[in-house]
């Protein structure tokens, strides 16, 4: 056997005897961590065996990397540079070539590379890591204006850059997959180093879009409009990105991207339409990145503002809730401290923003409403929110008063106002106009009209005229909690000397005229039989 045959019989033997062993690692390797650690090490240990002295690896080249993701249509990726362990050993002084342990394996037997690719999968967790590698590439953009701009003035190398250099690459190698491409020793040396402020400003300002919305998410703000603009600015900021990188000679950043993917997919899962820059043919402005920063913190400074209004507002809330309990529990007394609380506390939140028809605030105070003592003066906020209670109540006719409209029943109440007011006019100040108790109480009580002024928007001095008519025999007032009105529409009534009735209670026949018959029955009586006389 020549030396030929022997060596071939050697390979053939060798092949047989490791190819099971490769089989075996290729099937496990993928789902075992440890394992590949090991071959790491195995392969590096036995390249190490083979070279020359190794030679220092500069500063540039030992970025930490990540595969470039692909643009928004989808082409296939170009691949960020990526700096393989030991590549100092590809420009080894004797020329020899030596690969990593995956090319040394490809030796015994080729491993096909997959050609596809897939698109990565990028959750709100990945929000605040894509805003801190963004932030450490602004600075890396600078430092690469700066580094330049150095080596073009003659710098000294050793002094005042290759530190700076390290401690960089030191920070970008604490961050998981933040490859800092712009300070590579491929990467981008644009004439105008300008163009590196406009990538810094630009990553900054997706630093700032991530972070904002990555704050909504975890404060829970269910401001929908809030949520959407936020997404808006974070399509625009990464469509800047997008062209600054492209405009100073770059290819893709992985952040960019994976924010690209996030806004895709975010909008379509919360059915938002982000109406711009999610496309190639509509590019944001990099030049334009101090204003959209400055937008970014506009928005964070108006929801801080919305948290803090809201927090505020569930105190006094609290406090509301507390004192009203406290004069429920003790109904018919007076309680005048815990009303002048809680009117305290409704004057803050009608200050801070809080309409007087809030539904909340009403809720809280109409179980107890009735009990306001007579001799406290509501406040201004107060008197708002009583009359948006009253405009509440009257809109919304209790079951009592509907099936009383439909079915009347004719009490003896009823009956005796009647007889009082029959063929006479009746003024009702307040509430809102109902037809059909309108209807109910002419027809119950036979009156010539009801003249129903509807307290809403208007002053007292509207309502003499018709107070002042001669037919007009007693006067409702329905607005139940206005002791400022109450006493306006009285002069009016002492004026002209009409009773005055006040209705504490609904519309119906039967409240109506009980609430006469209590208030001004002596007095309607008395003229009746001076007139008869």
Same mark, same amino acid.
């Given at each position: 056997?020549?030396?030929?045959?022997?060596?071939?019989?050697?390979?053939?033997?060798?092949?047989?005897?490791?190819?099971?062993?490769?089989?075996?690692?290729?099937?496990?390797?993928?789902?075992?961590?440890?394992?590949?650690?090991?071959?790491?090490?195995?392969?590096?240990?036995?390249?190490?065996?083979?070279?020359? *002295?190794? $030679?220092?690896?500069?500063?540039?080249?030992?970025?930490?990397?990540?595969?470039?993701?692909?643009?928004?249509?989808?082409?296939?990726?170009?691949?960020?540079?990526?700096?393989?362990?030991?590549?100092?050993?590809?420009?080894?002084?004797?020329?020899?070539?030596?690969?990593?342990?995956?090319?040394?394996?490809?030796?015994?037997?080729?491993?096909?590379?997959? @050609?596809?690719?897939?698109?990565?999968?990028?959750? /709100?967790?990945?929000?605040?890591?894509?805003?801190?590698?963004?932030?450490?590439?602004?600075?890396?953009?600078?430092?690469?204006?700066?580094?330049?701009?150095?080596?073009?003035?003659?710098?000294?190398?050793?002094?005042?850059?290759?530190?700076?250099?390290?401690? $960089?690459?030191?920070?970008?190698?604490?961050?998981?997959?933040?490859?800092?491409?712009?300070?590579?020793?491929?990467?981008?040396?644009?004439?105008?180093?300008?163009?590196?402020?406009?990538?810094?400003?630009?990553?900054?300002?997706?630093?700032?879009?991530?972070?904002?919305?990555?704050? !909504?998410?975890?404060? &829970?703000?269910?401001?929908?409009?809030?949520?959407?603009?936020?997404?808006?600015?974070?399509?625009?900021?990464?469509?800047?990105?997008?062209?600054? $990188?492209? =405009?100073?000679?770059?290819?893709? /950043?992985?952040?960019?991207?994976?924010?690209?993917?996030?806004?895709?997919?975010?909008?379509?899962?919360? &059915? !938002?339409?982000?109406?711009?820059?999610?496309?190639?043919?509509?590019?944001?402005?990099?030049?334009?990145?101090?204003?959209? &920063? +400055?937008?970014?913190?506009?928005?964070?400074?108006?929801?801080?503002?919305?948290?803090?209004?809201?927090?505020?507002?569930?105190?006094?809330?609290?406090?509301?809730?507390?004192?009203?309990?406290?004069?429920?529990?003790?109904?018919?007394?007076?309680?005048?401290?815990?009303?002048?609380?809680?009117?305290?506390?409704?004057? +803050?939140? $009608?200050?801070?923003?809080?309409?007087?028809?809030?539904?909340?605030?009403?809720?809280?105070?109409?179980?107890?409403?009735?009990?306001?003592?007579?001799?406290? +003066?509501?406040?201004?906020?107060?008197?708002?929110?009583?009359?948006?209670?009253?405009?509440?109540?009257?809109?919304?006719?209790?079951?009592?008063?509907?099936? =009383?409209?439909?079915?009347?029943?004719?009490?003896?109440?009823?009956?005796?106002?009647?007889?009082?007011?029959?063929?006479?006019?009746?003024?009702?100040?307040?509430?809102?106009?109902?037809?059909?108790?309108?209807?109910?109480?002419?027809?119950?009580?036979?009156?010539?009209?009801?003249?129903?002024?509807?307290?809403?928007?208007?002053?007292?001095?509207?309502?003499?005229?018709?107070?002042?008519?001669?037919?007009?025999?007693?006067?409702?007032?329905?607005?139940?909690?206005?002791?400022?009105?109450?006493? =306006?529409?009285?002069?009016?009534? /002492?004026?002209?000397?009409?009773?005055?009735?006040?209705?504490?209670?609904?519309?119906? *026949?039967? %409240?109506? @005229?009980?609430?006469?018959?209590? %208030?001004?029955?002596?007095?309607?009586?008395?003229?009746?039989?001076?007139?008869?006389?």
């Amino acid at each position: 056997m020549n030396s030929n045959e022997e060596r071939e019989s050697i390979s053939i033997d060798l092949w047989t005897a490791v190819k099971p062993l490769i089989d075996h690692l290729q099937r496990l390797a993928p789902g075992d961590n440890e394992l590949r650690k090991h071959l790491r090490g195995l392969g590096e240990t036995l390249l190490a065996l083979g070279q020359e *002295p190794v $030679i220092e690896l500069p500063a540039e080249e030992s970025v930490a990397t990540t595969p470039a993701s692909p643009p928004e249509t989808g082409e296939p990726a170009k691949s960020e540079p990526v700096t393989q362990p030991y590549a100092s050993y590809n420009r080894n002084l004797n020329g020899h070539h030596v690969g990593s342990v995956r090319e040394t394996l490809r030796v015994l037997r080729p491993v096909p590379t997959p @050609a596809t690719w897939r698109a990565p999968t990028v959750t /709100d967790a990945d929000l605040p890591l894509i805003a801190e590698r963004c932030r450490l590439k602004a600075e890396g953009a600078r430092w690469s204006a700066t580094r330049q701009r150095l080596l073009r003035e003659g710098a000294d190398y050793d002094a005042q850059i290759e530190p700076q250099d390290r401690d $960089i690459i030191a920070r970008a190698k604490m961050l998981p997959e933040c490859f800092l491409w712009m300070c590579h020793r491929d990467g981008p040396s644009p004439s105008d180093l300008e163009q590196y402020e406009e990538l810094a400003g630009s990553f900054e300002a997706a630093a700032a879009a991530a972070l904002l919305i990555d704050q !909504i998410i975890n404060t &829970q703000n269910d401001d929908h409009d809030l949520f959407a603009h936020a997404l808006d600015l974070a399509a625009e900021a990464q469509s800047a990105l997008r062209v600054a $990188i492209t =405009e100073i000679g770059g290819n893709t /950043d992985s952040d960019q991207y994976k924010l690209f993917q996030w806004l895709k997919t975010t909008g379509a899962e919360r &059915q !938002i339409l982000i109406r711009r820059y999610m496309r190639k043919d509509d590019p944001a402005d990099p030049l334009a990145w101090q204003a959209l &920063q +400055e937008r970014v913190q506009q928005l964070g400074e108006r929801m801080n503002s919305t948290r803090e209004r809201t927090k505020r507002q569930r105190g006094l809330f609290s406090k509301v809730r507390y004192h009203l309990k406290l004069i429920e529990a003790n109904r018919g007394q007076e309680r005048i401290y815990d009303w002048q609380k809680v009117m305290e506390a409704i004057d +803050e939140l $009608i200050a801070d923003g809080l309409p007087p028809s809030n539904r909340e605030l009403r809720d809280c105070v109409l179980p107890v409403a009735e009990e306001l003592p007579e001799t406290v +003066e509501p406040s201004k906020a107060m008197s708002l929110v009583l009359r948006e209670l009253e405009q509440f109540i009257t809109a919304r006719p209790t079951k009592a008063e509907s099936d =009383e409209v439909l079915t009347p029943i004719i009490t003896e109440d009823v009956r005796k106002a009647a007889d009082l007011l029959r063929g006479r006019a009746v003024v009702l100040i307040g509430g809102l106009k109902r037809p059909q108790a309108a209807e109910a109480l002419t027809n119950a009580l036979e009156l010539s009209e009801l003249i129903w002024v509807e307290g809403r928007d208007q002053t007292y001095e509207l309502f003499e005229p018709d107070v002042a008519r001669p037919d007009v025999d007693v006067v409702l007032l329905a607005i139940r909690w206005s002791r400022h009105g109450f006493g =306006e529409v009285k002069a009016f009534c /002492d004026k002209y000397d009409k009773p005055l009735v006040r209705l504490p209670g609904g519309y119906s *026949p039967n %409240q109506v @005229a009980f609430h006469i018959m209590s %208030q001004v029955a002596e007095r309607l009586s008395n003229k009746s039989a001076a007139l008869v006389f």
